[in-house]
């Protein structure tokens, strides 16, 4: 399983739980973190801890981002995104929202992770800003990285799982709590110099036992939606896929069409400002998207 990439793809061996660097065969084979692959060790005599990858799996999982410059993968073969997020730093429910979307898109389950619940006041304003999401039926853990990570050790149990979130909330120190051997490097309490540097740089996959894996990765900044065709959105909002068929249009873009349900809904109050406003910028961004794509290939 591919545990780590850059310059040299490090892969962890079944069973042995040995670190392996490879090189890819050809420029073509991209293999990213969490891939399964068939890999050639170096000869006898050479240092066995050299190898190069052979073949990469069919993957039953992608998850990546997607601007309108460039496509990022993610992860693969995941089945479960564990989004991270704190009372400190604050952060950012629109791109909480995004990683969502992408999960649903890639039908990956997901779960929300509120860390540092030992910071009481901070956790207070977290969860608030929690609440549409919690009242949209995503599960929420509650943890403390330092003290206590039994909960979302249960919740990770027979999954192949991802941490991701913005830098800061603490994804490295989670993983240093549930796999003590890890030593994932963790960013000192942010100065206000610091705001914005990303301690982990790469991702990384870990064992956490024979049957779970958990991926730390890079704090989230953007995370682009343009492979989510805009038709298909709506669907990937829990609290609007019950009412697209009930738009007069069946191409409604639930903006400011007649008779469209999302809208209707939006009206009388049963649908989150901030998830109505998050919505609008996703639709708007992926038709940009889209036309660029049909003017030109995307040239600027
Ligand atoms: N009070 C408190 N602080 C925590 C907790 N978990 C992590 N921290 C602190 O939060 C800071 C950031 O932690 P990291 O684990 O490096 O955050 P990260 O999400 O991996 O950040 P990037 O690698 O930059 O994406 C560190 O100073 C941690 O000690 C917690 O449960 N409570
Ligand atoms: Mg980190
Ligand atoms: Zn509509």
Do not use: W
């Amino acid at each position: 399983m591919v545990a780590a990439f850059g310059r040299k793809v490090e892969v962890l061996v079944d069973g042995s739980g040995e670190r392996v660097k490879c090189a890819a065969h050809g420029r073509r084979m991209e293999a990213v973190c969490g891939d399964r692959v068939e890999i050639s060790r170096a000869a006898e005599g050479h240092d066995a801890s050299q190898g190069m990858i052979e073949s990469i799996d069919n993957r039953a999982s992608i998850l990546f981002r997607r601007d309108a410059m460039r496509e990022k993968v993610i992860a693969a073969n995941v089945t479960l995104v564990a989004y991270v997020v704190a009372g400190e730093p604050p952060f950012s429910d629109e791109l909480l929202s995004r990683c969502l979307i992408a999960a649903n898109a890639a039908g990956i389950e997901a779960l929300i992770v509120l860390n540092k619940t030992d910071l009481a006041a901070s956790t207070a304003v977290a969860r608030a800003q929690l609440a549409p999401f919690a009242a949209l039926g995503y599960p929420i853990v509650d943890v403390t990285a330092r003290h206590d990570v039994a909960e979302l050790r249960a919740r990770l149990a027979n999954h192949e799982s991802l941490l991701i979130g913005q830098s800061g909330m603490g994804k490295s120190t989670l993983v240093n709590a549930l796999v003590p051997a890890a030593g994932a490097r963790t960013g000192e309490i942010s100065s206000a110099l610091d705001a914005g540097r990303h301690t982990t740089t790469a991702s990384r996959l870990y064992a956490l036992d024979p049957q779970a894996t958990v991926i730390d990765s890079p704090g989230l900044q953007a995370f682009g939606l343009a492979h989510v065709p805009t038709d298909r959105l709506a669907a990937a909002f829990p609290e609007f896929a019950p009412l697209i068929g009930s738009c007069r249009f069946a191409n409604c873009r639930h903006q400011s069409e007649p008779g469209c349900a999302v809208r209707a809904a939006f009206a009388r109050g049963a649908v989150d400002p901030r998830r109505m406003r998050i919505f609008d910028t996703l639709l708007e961004e992926g038709e940009y998207t889209a036309r660029r794509a049909l003017h030109g290939g995307g040239q600027t």
